[in-house]
């Protein structure tokens, strides 16, 4: 079985201050981990993604994340955060052995950012 | 470029009028998704086709039903919507080589009135 935990719901930031949006997760198997970024009605978009190389992962527009093995944990960072970050991120784990490859999504963190 | 596009983006329709979502993909991904997402939730899968396998979660209501004609285009039949069957769909692809990843429509945003 897999599970993902986001352990905040909403998170609120100034622009041009870090952003840290955290996700842990649980899973049997050797997982790929995602994150995608939601903006209001309409569809999900990828940020980046873990798939057992680096483990320290960029993705588009300055996000990044680190996979923890030992904390189970794959949090979504960037350095400055911009308005247009505003958006709902879900963190996501497949589990890579199985045939349809079923994603298992986290709640999902909202983000503000305050001018 | 949209390599997964549904249609319409927006969809109303009467509490009990049957209504069909569509999904393409240009990808040749061999499995397409269906998910439901309602306001301030997580998507929450319905069903998905691995080539013309077809599988049904669990707990989606038969209300629900999907087709798939060829490896580009699958449908979402809602027999009898009723007004908890507002919501956004969205529909995915995707490969079943690493990683994976699931490559989303911009959804289609479903009225029941």
């Known amino acids: 079985a897999q599970s993902v935990t986001q352990l905040d719901s909403h998170v609120s930031v100034s622009e041009g201050t870090p952003v840290l949006l955290r996700c842990n997760y649980s899973s049997s198997y050797s997982p790929s981990l995602f994150w995608y970024v939601q903006h209001p009605n309409k569809g999900l978009q990828l940020l980046l993604k873990y798939t057992s190389a680096a483990t320290l992962v960029k993705g588009i527009n300055g996000f990044e994340a680190e996979f923890k093995k030992s904390e189970t944990s794959f949090h979504l960072t960037k350095p400055s955060a911009h308005m247009s970050d505003a958006a709902e991120y879900f963190c996501?784990?497949?589990?890579?052995?199985?045939?349809?490859?079923?994603?298992?999504f986290g709640d999902g963190t909202t983000l503000t950012v305050k001018p | 470029d949209a390599m997964v596009i549904q249609n319409p983006r927006y969809q109303v329709t009467q509490f009990g009028k049957p209504v069909t979502l569509s999904c393409s993909q240009t990808?040749?991904?061999?499995?397409m998704y269906w998910y439901q997402q309602k306001s301030s939730q997580a998507p929450k899968l319905l069903f998905h086709y691995y080539d013309k396998d077809f599988n049904n979660e669990a707990d989606t209501p038969d209300n629900f039903q999907s087709r798939r004609p060829n490896t580009s285009f699958c449908f979402l039949d809602i027999r009898s919507p009723g007004l908890g069957d507002a919501a956004m769909y969205l529909c995915?692809?995707?490969?079943?080589?690493?990683?994976?990843?699931?490559?989303f429509g911009q959804g289609t945003r479903l009225t029941v009135v």
């Open positions: 990808l040749n991904h061999n499995v």
């Open positions: 996501v784990v497949i589990i890579r052995n199985t045939n349809a490859g079923k994603s298992t």
């Open positions: 995915a692809t995707a490969t079943t080589q690493a990683p994976r990843e699931a490559f």
